[in-house]
């Protein structure tokens, strides 16, 4: 009888998982995930358009003197290419276990199924910090011009990171709800959709601040406690949907038998909504106070400095550009005759902040004698623009009366505002509103603007083509007569020793 001996193998010793072994995998997932998600091509593509775009548009923004309270908002477009870049790459990484049917070989690993969707977030993560660092440059590249002003918000740069967190997030929330992968591609094209036909429908109201960028591209540059925008609110109300977003993809991933990530959802929640709410509270009522007090009061907020003969008076953010306005008046006071060489004025920096960044309206004209008004803008157009200001009132004494202005004067004023410039014809383009340097016109002014008629421009063209030592002497010896209220066209160009103009000097 033959006994039979049956050896039971010993089960395997249980794995023990060192403490911080989980943390650690994270991480080196994380790694991972971020290497592969930053060097997916519509990601790299999409930052190089970006850094691109940033190269070409800061290069000669603002023409070389931006105010930074306008500066700020500039960054927040490109990243939104960044974020549907970041998307669609997200939700690629987070289904490429379906798309190679690995999940089973995944699910007997060390990380369960929420820990590597933590994985993957951290890499949304990286890719919203490397923009916020696209976006600090950019604004340090502009608040380093010599010509900088203001002050940038916090708030607002904040809003191209969170933007591409937001969207980043999304995406790998979208891949655990759907496991398709032409989930992400339609989301994007709806998106775009949405972005291109449907913002003009929410252009007013709290409804614009549920969107993740909401630019203003104003016409006029405001001091930066008169913008009125609630960037830290929408700053919080991003950041709070965006953790909103992320945890919901932890919760769906298996994340939910966890307390710490159920309390930190309601967390998420709770900051979006308080942002929300905050965002949708309007413009302050001590701004609005603050704007009307800047717009018809102007002189109480201002500090002002003389130099020569001039006075400059300015907000205190903008003190640093009273050297270049002087320069510009001197220039002009330099070709002038008579007693305005040596006569006061008055220059006053003035805005029309009543109606916030939506202003499109002119500034009325000074009615001082001696006072030019000048904006918060400068550089560019800003300048011959400025010049023709200037000349107007050494001319004709007060802003109002160039206004109304409509005899051979506007041929003294804007040869006194041009002739020292380096391009004259060229900024006699740039200050008429049709760009033309023949016929009569529009003249853009930092006030009401004027009117040049044919004859006028005709006879101006003549008196830029001498010499400027000739030309100069020739208004010297006849300033007083060129000068003089209701003087023809016709007698300024012969006083000038010019022919006669042929076009028509009538004004519209």
């Not at 007060?398 to 409509?406: D, L, P």
Request: hydrophobic share 45%; net charge neutral.
């Amino acid at each position: 009888m033959s006994t039979t001996t049956t050896t039971t193998a010993p089960a395997p010793a249980p794995v023990t998982q060192a403490p911080g072994a989980s943390s650690a995998a994270v991480l080196a997932l994380a790694r991972f995930e971020t290497r592969r998600l930053l060097t997916r091509v519509p990601v790299l593509v999409a930052f190089a358009a970006y850094l691109a775009w940033i190269v070409w548009h800061t290069r000669d923004s603002f023409d070389g003197f931006p105010a930074l309270q306008d500066a700020d908002r500039a960054t927040q477009d490109g990243p939104l290419l960044v974020g549907l870049a970041v998307l669609l790459s997200a939700n690629q990484a987070v289904l490429r276990s379906r798309r190679h049917d690995t999940e089973r070989h995944l699910a007997v690993l060390v990380l369960p199924r929420w820990q590597r969707t933590v994985a993957h977030l951290l890499s949304v993560v990286s890719a919203a910090l490397l923009t916020g660092a696209c976006v600090g440059a950019q604004f340090a590249w502009e608040a380093l011009k010599p010509g900088a002003v203001g002050h940038g918000s916090p708030g607002e740069l904040l809003v191209g990171p969170l933007s591409v967190l937001l969207l980043g997030g999304f995406g790998v929330l979208l891949a655990r709800l759907l496991a398709a992968p032409f989930a992400a591609p339609l989301l994007i094209v709806l998106l775009l959709f949405l972005a291109t036909f449907l913002t003009g429908f929410a252009t007013g109201g709290w409804t614009r601040w549920l969107v993740p960028s909401v630019t203003e591209y104003s016409l006029i540059t405001l001091p930066s406690d008169l913008i009125g925008r609630p960037a830290a609110w929408h700053a919080l109300y991003l950041g709070g949907l965006a953790l909103t977003l992320m945890l919901a993809a932890l919760l769906l991933s298996g994340g939910a038998r966890l307390r710490t990530v159920q309390a930190a959802a309601a967390g998420a929640v709770a900051l979006t909504v308080v942002g929300a709410v905050g965002q949708s509270r309007g413009v302050p009522e001590a701004t609005t106070e603050a704007r009307v007090r800047a717009t018809v009061t102007p002189e109480k907020l201002q500090t002002c400095a003389e130099r020569d003969t001039t006075t400059y008076c300015a907000f205190p953010e903008w003190e640093s550009r009273t050297g270049d306005w002087a320069e510009t008046v001197d220039d002009v006071r330099a070709l002038a005759g008579g007693d305005a060489r040596e006569r006061p004025l008055l220059v006053r920096q003035r805005v029309e902040a009543r109606y916030g960044l939506d202003s499109d309206g002119p500034i009325p004209p000074a009615t001082r004698p001696g006072e030019v008004t000048v904006g918060t803008a400068w550089g560019g157009n800003r300048v011959p623009e400025f010049t023709v200001a200037v000349a107007g009132v050494l001319v004709a004494g007060t802003e109002t009366e160039v206004g109304e202005m409509c005899d051979g004067r506007m041929v003294t004023v804007m040869w006194l505002a041009l002739a020292g410039r380096p391009d004259p014809v060229a900024d006699l383009r740039r200050v008429r509103i049709d760009d033309s340097d023949t016929g009569s016109a529009i003249v853009i002014s930092q006030t009401e603007p004027l009117q040049m008629t044919a004859a006028h421009t005709e006879v101006l063209r003549e008196l830029l083509a001498l010499p400027r030592q000739e030309a100069e002497a020739k208004v010297r010896s006849g300033w007083k007569e060129l000068t003089a209220p209701k003087v023809s066209t016709d007698r300024v160009a012969q006083v000038l020793g010019l022919p006669k103009p042929e076009g028509d000097d009538t004004c519209g």
